[in-house]
């Protein structure tokens, strides 16, 4: 018999999570299983795709918060229902899987933790914004053969740092996953990290301790200077002022109501976070894409550029002494419409 047409059955799913209909959806990955597919295949080929497709609706503003917040939890009740499912005896070492301190994407680890646990390892997902001492304390307790961590955001980087080298002091190897390290994996090979770009990789590097312990150092000789530290130590000071002289120049920013300024005095606070993640990691480009991405969510929600260009104006003349950051910002400033490059 034909094994089932995964494109038909990802419309489907798709469907489903738009609906919100958990049992449809589960029934539909369940029924692939019965099928004939492969657990992996319904796992990486309809749940991991869809869920992307679910941050591009929110992203594109087609989707609300709450919306792509149903569909990731009917996922992981699909993910969980697959794995049950199954049910894969352990052949190989404990593999801890992580998200780092203060990363919340946990669907993601948590497919490469079932990739991970069908291919024969005895996997321990310890979920979303796992604290570095906790982690520590859990390897010294269980004998680790890796640990796979996963970082989404790359404002992240300096935290994942630390929690990489916490790792290795317990003597434990290291992959890294996830977009915070950029798409080509980029900003691991800064920190010194093996880093795999999908969960099939990750299984295959895990698989080879030797590769996976001979990542190359990090490349961090530029933290030597204070400007990271003195940007971190200012975090506070550049929101307040940018705030203050956006409700200035811009009136209307006057009548937001509560919500709309919580939003606001967010999104000044994760322009300085990527800001200082770039600087950190010695890399401006980590900054223009967060810009370009901002702008777009921005834009797609009918927020004028300007509303960008005014902090980074802003923070611009505020950190005119900071080198590193300096320079992101003007070319952070160049991406955004309209603006000459």
């Known amino acids: 018999m034909a094994a089932p047409d995964l494109g038909e059955a990802y419309s489907g799913y798709l469907d489903h999570l738009a609906d919100a209909d958990e049992y449809a959806a589960t029934d539909l990955a369940i029924g692939l299983l019965d099928a004939g597919v492969a657990a992996e295949r319904v796992l990486l080929d309809l749940v991991a795709p869809a869920q992307a497709e679910v941050g591009e609706r929110w992203a594109r503003n087609e989707w609300s918060v709450a919306q792509e917040h149903a569909a990731t939890h009917i996922s992981e009740q699909v993910v969980a229902a697959v794995s049950a499912h199954v049910k894969p005896r352990p052949t190989g070492g404990r593999v801890v899987v992580a998200c780092m301190d203060g990363e919340w994407h946990a669907l993601p680890p948590r497919l490469v933790a079932e990739v991970l646990r069908l291919r024969g390892w005895q996997v321990t997902f310890l979920g979303a914004s796992v604290p570095a001492a906790h982690l520590v304390s859990y390897l010294h307790r269980y004998d680790a053969h890796a640990v796979a961590l996963a970082c989404a955001l790359p404002m992240r980087l300096p935290y994942a740092h630390r929690m990489i080298e916490a790792c290795r002091r317990s003597d434990v190897p290291?992959?890294?996953?996830?977009?915070?390290?950029?798409?080509?994996?980029?900003?691991?090979?800064?920190?010194?990290?093996?880093?795999?770009?999908?969960?099939?990789?990750?299984?295959?590097?895990?698989?080879?301790?030797?590769?996976?312990?001979?990542?190359?150092?990090?490349?961090?000789?530029?933290?030597?200077?204070?400007?990271?530290?003195?940007?971190?130590?200012?975090?506070?000071e550049l929101i307040d002022s940018a705030l203050a002289e956006l409700r200035e120049r811009v009136p209307a920013t006057r009548e937001y109501t509560a919500a709309q300024l919580d939003a606001t005095v967010s999104d000044l606070g994760h322009i300085v976070d990527f800001l200082a993640a770039a600087v950190y990691v010695d890399d401006a480009s980590l900054f223009t894409e967060f810009v370009q991405w901002l702008s777009g969510i921005l834009l797609s929600r009918g927020v004028p550029v300007g509303a960008i260009a005014l902090p980074l104006e802003h923070y611009a003349g505020a950190l005119r002494d900071f080198p590193r950051a300096a320079r992101a910002l003007a070319l952070g400033s160049a991406t955004l419409p309209g603006r000459p490059r």
């Open 174 to 236: 290291v992959v890294v996953g996830g977009r915070g390290f950029g798409a080509d994996g980029r900003w691991a090979g800064r920190l010194g990290v093996a880093w795999a770009p999908d969960a099939p990789s990750a299984a295959e590097l895990i698989a080879d301790e030797r590769a996976l312990r001979g990542a190359p150092p990090a490349r961090l000789a530029h933290l030597a200077d204070d400007e990271y530290p003195s940007l971190l130590r200012r975090r506070g």
